[in-house]
């Protein structure tokens, strides 16, 4: 089952995705053909059980990893023919990332943190933007800190700040809230939720949390590495009914 | 528990190997000195063995000036015909052959220039026809005056072949022979250990060799039937009476070999103090790589604990570990060294000693024992800290996600500052005190207070590091490049530190050389009134030296104001030894050297004094000194004069009459210097037409020939700076080491830049700038350091007349510069390995 949504141009699409690790008795497919279009300006979440390919998925779709059938665009750009080099700058310029844990370089201050990807790609932050986005994550007090002197929301927070920074085209947020107590997991969530409402910014996020789905616009079910069902305009009870319904489905259909 | 460590061993694969590799390099040049020493020391046991195989007893006279082996060859005195007639007579004689054989026969090649040795002589001898030992290979002995046979190491190094005519410096100047023969050894050798030589004629060789005529330099005794050796000598001893030496063939052979054992002993001491140097530095390495791994391992060893492991089960962990590394180094190491060992006896053979017959190769025990003894000691020391410190991981540290905190520096600094004082005041005694171990001492506190500076080396490592960083700051890659040098100050400060030592050694030995040049250069600049001087290269014992009628027409040419020669002997003078001058013209000497006014020339009976010379010995003029010299009788003098030091050179001035006695009684050195406002290029070409039968030396203006001297010093840097270089490459080997640690530990980090967009290039850049600030880090210590040793050994030998002291900035410059590139090659594996990194893997790396 395809998942589209047509009423906005994508920001990211996978097209018959396929993805397979090992070979002979050690063969898993972790994609199989899968096709998804994340729309700009939207807040999406996949979900799935372990195993599902769901962080395969947004790997692939964030040029992390290769593809081993089908094709996948960032934009425009198809991301499955870049080079190592043309594949460093798309991510630098216009892919965010935020990972479940280990986001901050323990040498940087969170100021530095921040402008790393703009850092690296030698250019000045808008200073409106800056200011935008720092009083959001509401870090302006402790910009001086290391890593290791802020909390893990802090440092969540501080991740989100670099992602959203270089306003990349979409943000792949891997279990972003993984690490996180649920109160700091909430604020971690609405600052995203806040960014794509107020910002229009793109966010892919992967979780298992329903709470932390519940704060997407749409949240696409993948099981077995194949897509399964979507919902939109989610609330945790919503997410939380179909994730049993899949379950139960799933149960008569294993392979 | 050892499954355990067995299994971690093996995981770690890459990294035991650069600190083995550290350990490898040292234990092969231990075994590699072992192995030289002992393959040339059964090589010339065999030359001597050989040499002495025809003679039961040799009989010598006692030598006039007891030489020893590091100060030239023994002038042997004359034996007279008449002890070889009484030999003859004693029973149990068979044959009593005199023997005339002296150092000194240079043979002038068919391109001009004299025939050089690197060490063994050139012997000029006596034909006493074929016997077991010498065979003639084409030609026949000499027979008249103006004939000569040589050996076949001479024919092939002068070119030269029956028939030719052929010139030879002895005591005398340049004469011309007929080649007729040349000469092998039993078992088709060229030479005896490299020996060249030249036989003459009885008589001529008499003459030419020893001045004595109808004299002998030995008696070769061959023992009748039945008689022993050393019955023979016993019966031959007391008959001669005092003032000779009698001795079995054996016990000359067994005593030439010890002699020189005692230079081969050096040799491989020396080599033994480098291969020390590198295993010191080793064990930086080692000892770095230990942490890293102890502190990788921190969750590992403290589920260990949890698990019930005893602290000393843990600090047994890691020793066990050191000593597989040591054991399999010390191995690799053995093999590697006999290699060497191999390499150099035979460059020495086929450079240093000229056709040495090298014995088979073998491996002594001293090298085998050595090498485990070094290998697994320097390991094992070098993983004790390291291991203590595993023992102190917490059980609960299993559960914690943080690693231990570094503890803080002070300690570690104020044991660094009380090392460092204990080493500097070891070197200030050595150098400045008068205590007879002056070189263990100096050693020591070098050694101590390297020790000390590595302690001290991470406080300053975070500020200078930082500093230095700032240079590389300009871009992104840099920056993060130089964080990563500041973030662990203890790995950066050891690694750092190894480099040290090899720098701080090059430069202090640097800052000593240049300073001794430039002081001899001033010192030159001083005392050196002549404007052309005739010298010659040295090599082996003995000096070069020119036909002293030299002098007497260079002092005819126009436009010459003064010219005199230069003779030199090594004498007993009132029971002293003592190295003396002489000169054919002491008021034309006085002109074209030194500081001082004129002098009346020295009859026969004179000598002068310098001033300190004579306040030591308590002398004044008129004063009586007996002085004997390398040949001829011990002759009594009265002191004419003092003289200022430094207006004539050396302390001692003998009268021309002296030199005839001396050991080489020819001028070494000849001084011309010119009227006012005459160029060097009116004279030097006629004072170089008057040498040209003169080949072992040449005439130069001063200035090149200051400069010729002061280049002896440039040879010996470049000597410390190739045999330091191991040490410095193991150093290179623990930047290597250290990086490759920091890149695998810091995966994650490098997965997440290269995540958010760091390119390949971008990520070696900041892997090769972490790596130059370390290098250079520790180039700016070693360069520090050295400059600081160099400096206090120079000012301890002003009183021995380093005078100058010159702080090689350009060189200094250089070594820093060098540490950049090495650090930028050091990098390179490193930084490749982590610009490769999957960046997906890296992430979720832990």
């Not at chain 2, 010139?167 to 030479?191: A, M, N, Q």
């Not at chain 2, 400045?432 to 500076?453: C, K, N, P, Q």
């Not at chain 2, 030097?684 to 010093?713: G, H, R």
Request: aromatic share 6%.
């Amino acid at each position: 089952m395809a998942a589209t949504n047509a009423d906005r141009p994508a920001a990211a699409r996978a097209d018959e995705v396929w993805k397979v690790y090992g070979s002979g008795e050690a063969r898993v497919v972790a994609l199989r053909g899968v096709t998804a279009e994340f729309g700009r300006g939207r807040f999406t979440a996949i979900m799935g059980p372990s195993g599902s390919g769901k962080s395969t998925l947004m790997h692939c779709l964030a040029g992390l990893d290769t593809v081993d059938r089908g094709t996948v665009h960032v934009g425009d750009t198809e991301v499955s023919k870049l080079n190592d080099k043309t594949l460093t700058r798309l991510r630098r310029d216009r892919i965010g990332f935020i990972f479940q844990q280990f986001n901050l370089l323990p040498t940087l201050s969170a100021k530095e943190n921040i402008r790393l990807p703009l850092d690296i790609a030698g250019r000045k932050p808008d200073p409106q933007w800056w200011d935008i986005v720092i009083d959001t994550v509401g870090l302006r007090d402790r910009l001086s800190h290391r890593p290791s002197q802020l909390s893990g929301g802090q440092q969540q927070r501080v991740a989100c700040a670099r992602a959203l920074i270089g306003r990349p085209d979409v943000i792949f947020a891997d279990e972003p809230t993984g690490n996180l107590d649920s109160r700091s997991g909430a604020e971690v969530l609405s600052f995203l939720r806040a960014s794509v409402r107020e910002h229009q910014q793109t966010i892919v996020m992967v979780t298992h949390d329903p709470v932390a789905a519940s704060y997407a616009d749409r949240v696409v079910f993948l099981a077995d590495g194949q897509i399964v069902d979507e919902l939109a305009d989610p609330t945790a009870e919503t997410v939380l009914d179909l994730m049993k319904r899949l379950d139960t489905q799933a149960e008569p259909v294993m392979l | 528990m050892l499954r355990a460590t067995f299994k971690s061993l093996l995981a770690r694969k890459l990294r035991l190997i650069l600190s083995g590799l550290a350990v490898v390099l040292g234990v092969m040049f231990v075994a590699g000195a072992f192995v030289v020493t002992d393959t040339l020391s059964r090589s010339f046991d065999t030359v001597f063995a050989s040499a002495y195989s025809t003679t039961d007893v040799s009989v010598t006279a006692e030598p006039k000036v007891e030489v020893s082996e590091f100060e030239g060859e023994q002038v042997a005195a004359p034996l007279p015909a008449s002890a070889v007639d009484k030999i003859k007579t004693l029973p149990g004689v068979r044959s009593a052959t005199g023997l005339v054989e002296a150092d000194g026969a240079r043979v002038i090649g068919s391109d001009g220039k004299v025939l050089t040795s690197m060490g063994p002589p050139r012997l000029g001898v006596a034909w006493t026809g074929e016997d077991d030992l010498v065979t003639l290979r084409e030609g026949r002995g000499p027979t008249g005056a103006d004939e000569i046979a040589v050996n076949a190491t001479v024919a092939e190094g002068a070119g030269i072949k029956v028939g030719d005519r052929v010139g030879v410096l002895t005591l005398e100047p340049k004469k011309t022979f007929t080649l007729v023969g040349i000469y092998g050894y039993s078992g088709d050798r060229d030479s005896l250990g490299g020996v060249q030589e030249v036989a003459f004629t009885e008589p001529v060789a008499q003459k030419l060799m020893l001045d004595a005529p109808g004299s002998y330099t030995s008696v070769r005794v061959q023992a009748a039937g039945g008689v022993t050796p050393e019955a023979l000598r016993d019966r031959i001893a007391p008959a001669l009476g005092a003032g000779y030496v009698v001795k079995t063939g054996d016990q000359l052979a067994e005593e030439n070999a010890a002699d020189l054992q005692e230079g081969l002993a050096f040799f491989g001491q020396i080599l033994l103090g480098f291969a020390g140097v590198a295993l010191f530095v080793g064990v930086f390495l080692i000892l770095n790589t230990f942490s890293i791994i102890v502190a990788q391992r921190t969750r590992e060893l403290a589920l260990m604990r949890a698990l019930g492991a005893s602290s000393r089960q843990v600090i047994g962990s890691v020793l066990v570990e050191a000593v597989v590394i040591g054991l399999v180094a010390a191995v690799l190491g053995l093999a590697a060294g006999v290699g060497v060992g191999a390499l150099l006896a035979y460059l020495f053979a086929s450079f240093g000693g000229g056709g040495l017959e090298l014995a088979p190769l073998a491996v002594p025990a001293t090298a085998v024992i050595s090498s485990f003894v070094v290998g697994v000691l320097v390991t094992v020391v070098a993983a004790v800290l390291p291991a203590l410190r595993a023992a102190r991981i917490a059980p609960v540290a299993a559960m914690q996600d943080v690693a231990t905190p570094d503890r803080p520096l002070t300690r570690i600094s104020a044991a660094g500052g009380a090392v460092t004082a204990a080493g500097a005041a070891m070197l200030g005694v050595g150098l400045f005190a008068d205590t007879g171990a002056e070189l263990w001492l100096i050693l020591g506190g070098v050694l101590v207070s390297f020790i000390g500076i590595a302690l001290l080396t991470p406080l300053v490592s975070r500020p200078v590091v930082s500093l230095l960083g700032r240079l590389f700051s300009w871009s992104l890659p840099g920056r993060l490049g130089r964080l990563n040098s500041g973030r662990n100050p203890r790995r950066t400060a050891i690694t750092a530190a190894a480099l040290m030592v090899g720098i701080a050694l090059v430069t202090g030995v640097t800052v000593i050389m240049d300073s001794a040049k430039s002081s001899l250069k001033a010192e030159a600049a001083r005392v050196l009134k002549a404007q052309i001087m005739i010298s010659g290269d040295q090599n082996g014992p003995r000096a070069p030296t020119y036909d002293p009628a030299v002098v007497r027409r260079a002092a005819q040419i126009p436009g010459v104001r003064a010219a005199a020669g230069l003779w030199s002997d090594q004498v007993v003078i009132d029971g002293d030894k003592q190295y003396v001058n002489a000169t054919d013209d002491l008021a034309a000497l006085a002109q074209t050297y030194g500081t001082g006014g004129s002098l009346n020339a020295l009859e026969d009976d004179q000598i002068a004094v310098s001033v300190p010379e004579a306040a030591e010995r308590g002398w004044q003029v008129g004063s009586t000194v007996t002085v004997q010299a390398s040949r001829g009788k011990e002759r009594t003098y009265t002191v004419a004069a003092t003289y200022p030091e430094d207006s004539l050179p050396g302390r001692i001035m003998l009268p021309a009459a002296a030199t005839r006695d001396f050991g080489v009684p020819q001028p070494v050195l000849g001084f011309v210097r010119l009227d006012d406002g005459v160029p060097v290029s009116a004279v030097l070409p006629q004072v170089k037409a008057l040498v040209a039968d003169s080949p072992e030396v040449s005439a130069t203006d001063a200035a090149a020939f200051v400069d010729d001297q002061a280049a002896t010093f440039d040879t010996l840097i470049t000597m410390i700076q190739i045999l330091l270089a191991l040490a410095i490459l193991i150093a290179v080997l623990g930047v290597i080491n250290t990086l490759a640690l920091s890149v695998l530990e810091r995966t994650r980090e490098l997965g997440l830049l290269r995540a958010v967009g760091l390119g390949r290039a971008q990520t070696m850049r900041m892997v090769t700038v972490e790596a130059v600030v370390i290098s250079v880090f520790g180039a700016l210590l070693g360069v520090t350091v050295g400059a600081g040793m160099g400096t206090a050994v120079t000012r301890a030998l002003e009183s021995d007349g380093i005078t100058e002291l010159v702080l090689p900035w350009s060189r200094m410059g250089t070594y820093l510069v060098l540490a950049a590139l090495v650090g930028v090659i050091a990098a390179v594996l490193p930084a490749i390995r982590a610009a490769r990194l999957n960046v997906l893997g890296a992430i979720a790396h832990d």
